[in-house]
Structure formats: C-alpha cells, structure tokens
C-alpha cells in the first residue's frame, strides 16, 4: 500500500512562501507522474501542478503560474511544491497524488491521495 505524507504547510502572510513536500513509500515513486492538488471549503478539489517521472516535464494551472514550483527527488522519493507569492486565495488543503502512469495528462488517474497539509495565507 501507497503512503503519500505531505508537510510544510501552515500560516504565511500575502507575499510570503512556503515549501510543501510529500514523501512517499509503498511503491516504486520513480515510474510515477506525481501532482499537487488542493481544495478549499465549499470548492471542488483543483489541480495545482504536476510532473513527469523524471522531472523532465512540469504542469502548472494557470493561478499559478510564475509563482509556484514542482520538483521531486526521486532519490529521496519525495516531491516538492515550492510556493512564492502567496495569495489570500491559495488557502486550501494541499494534497499529493500519485497517477497511474509515467506522464502527465489531464485525463490521468491517480491511484493514491495524502493526507493534506494546511496551507492558509493572510491578508
């Protein structure tokens, strides 16, 4: 079984950063695209970024563009979420999936969820 544990999230004001990570265990982390969501209350769950097994490839929703960072390490079978600019409207629970495959793409399933980490930027 898949274990996604995501940290480093907490209270930051406008402007500031955070550096989200999710390490994982259970299965080979290197043969997966892995991704950031997050959701907040009373909104459907978004997609935030994404990258390609090897980190050769990074996806961004378009909110974020500019102003976050996705990278993994696969040595250390963690991803990375690396959040500049912070935005009152970034408040969310921060999940990582592992998909089903290799790559990346909008129809891809993910087969395995974190925890969440809270994410909550201050105006």
């Known amino acids: 079984q898949v274990q996604l544990v995501e940290s480093g999230g907490g209270l930051v004001q406008a402007g500031g950063s955070l550096r989200l990570s999710c390490a994982a265990s259970?299965?080979?982390?290197?043969?997966?695209?892995m991704a950031w969501f997050r959701q907040a209350p009373g909104k459907e769950r978004e997609f935030v970024a994404a990258?390609?097994?090897?980190?050769?490839?990074?996806f961004y929703t378009d909110s974020v563009k500019g102003r976050f960072t996705i990278s993994r390490d696969n040595a250390k079978s963690t991803v990375y979420l690396q959040m500049n600019g912070l935005k009152p409207e970034d408040t969310a629970v921060y999940h990582c999936?592992?998909?089903?495959?290799?790559?990346?793409?909008?129809?891809?399933?993910?087969?395995?969820w974190g925890q969440g980490t809270q994410v909550t930027v201050s105006s």
């Open positions: 990258i390609n097994w090897n980190g050769g490839n990074a």
């Open positions: 999936a592992q998909a089903s495959g290799a790559y990346y793409s909008a129809g891809v399933r993910y087969e395995y």
């Open positions: 259970g299965r080979t982390f290197s043969w997966y695209a």
